[in-house]
């Protein structure tokens, strides 16, 4: 896991896809209807600031992104940014309401108007696009693969025949189902269930984010991201329900703002460097102004 292969990975990546575009929660689950199409209204921007509080959609089991710690606090990058939207648009950090999400759910709680915004790691796609209204891009990243060193996965023909975990909902269920259906799929809906069957053998090895195996198998001795980096390089960036423009306009000079101040590599000092350490160039991770 060397950061100057990660680089190398994610640089060439980069320039080849940029243009293609990569809990529990409170509440019922709700039918988000058709394609595009909500079953409840989001809050407009006003009516956001007249009731004082935001509602964000957050993962609690993503480490180092989003996750609760042992003193039950919600932390992570992504929640490192919502706090400070909720600080710049209300006026304290503690105007945020997180609302746990799971990876397949992220859309429906869009659609069903349970969160204002969602900040989980939510990577932007062709297909997503169609249904919620993407912000510009805090993050960039490609999918990875993580499996135990004694039986390493180190390129994708090896795991021919073999049993993959993937969450549900998560580009590397889709990159996997449409590119490689000769491997079997292991689906759970939660992170944690995911890195449990991994641990516990039900699976050869697990692939998510690159940067967050990477983080985990960092923290999981006896485990190696075998492949850093494939499919393609994609963005990460703040979601809202499709057609709530004024929300969409504050986020995006939001992001523009931050970066001025170089917010999110301050964020990434604060949040992910004590777990990546030296592993990974913030470089190759952190979007500053909402430009790649």
Same mark, same amino acid.
């Not at 309401?97 to 869009?110: C, I, K, M």
């Not at 915004?117 to 912000?135: G, H, P, S």
């Not at 198998?217 to 057609?243: H, M, R, W, Y």
């Given at each position: ?5 990660? +680089? ?6 980069? %320039?080849?896809? #940029?243009?293609? $575009? ?10 988000? =209807?058709?394609? =595009?199409?909500?079953?409840?209204? %989001? ?22 992104? $989003?996750?609760?710690?042992? @003193? ?13 939207? %909720? ?5 304290? &950090?503690?105007?945020? &309401?997180?609302?746990?999400? !799971? ?78 259906? !000769? ?9 944690? &269930?995911?890195?449990?069957? #991994? #641990? ?11 940067? !967050? ?6 923290? @999981?001795? +006896? ?28 986020? @995006? ?15 990434? &000092? ?8 030296? !592993?990974?160039?913030?470089? @190759?991770?952190?979007?500053? =102004?909402?430009?790649?």
């Amino acid at each position: 896991m060397k950061k100057k292969v990660l +680089g190398a990975l994610l640089g060439v990546a980069m %320039a080849a896809s #940029l243009l293609a $575009g990569c809990g529990q929660a409170g509440g019922t689950k709700e039918s988000a =209807g058709a394609a =595009g199409g909500a079953s409840a209204q %989001a809050r407009t921007l006003e009516e956001i600031k007249k009731d004082g509080t935001i509602k964000i959609g957050v993962f609690s089991d993503k480490n180092p992104f $989003g996750y609760v710690d042992s @003193n039950g606090e919600i932390q992570g990058y992504d929640v490192y940014f919502a706090k400070r939207m %909720a600080k710049d648009l209300l006026g304290g &950090e503690d105007k945020v &309401e997180f609302v746990y999400v !799971e990876a397949a759910s992220r859309v429906e709680y869009l659609k069903s108007a349970k969160v204002d915004v969602i900040l989980a790691n939510f990577t932007v796609t062709d297909e997503r696009k169609e249904q919620v209204d993407f912000a510009l891009p805090y993050m960039k990243v490609a999918l990875g693969v993580v499996s135990p060193d004694a039986n390493l996965i180190k390129d994708v023909a090896e795991l021919k025949d073999k049993t993959l975990i993937v969450v549900k909902g998560t580009t590397a269920e889709t990159y996997f189902s449409q590119n490689h259906p !000769e491997v079997k799929l292991l689906k759970f809906d939660e992170y944690q &269930e995911a890195y449990d069957a #991994l #641990l516990d053998g039900r699976g050869d090895a697990f692939s998510t984010d690159n940067t !967050e195996v990477l983080a985990w198998a960092i923290q @999981n001795k +006896g485990f190696t991201v075998g492949i850093e980096s494939i499919g393609n390089l994609d963005t990460i960036a703040p979601a809202v329900q499709k057609g709530n423009k004024e929300l969409l306009d504050w986020i @995006n000079s939001e992001i523009e703002t931050l970066g001025k101040e170089q917010f999110f590599h301050k964020n990434f &000092e604060e949040t992910l460097k004590p777990v990546y350490g030296d !592993e990974i160039d913030p470089e @190759n991770l952190v979007v500053e =102004g909402g430009q790649v």
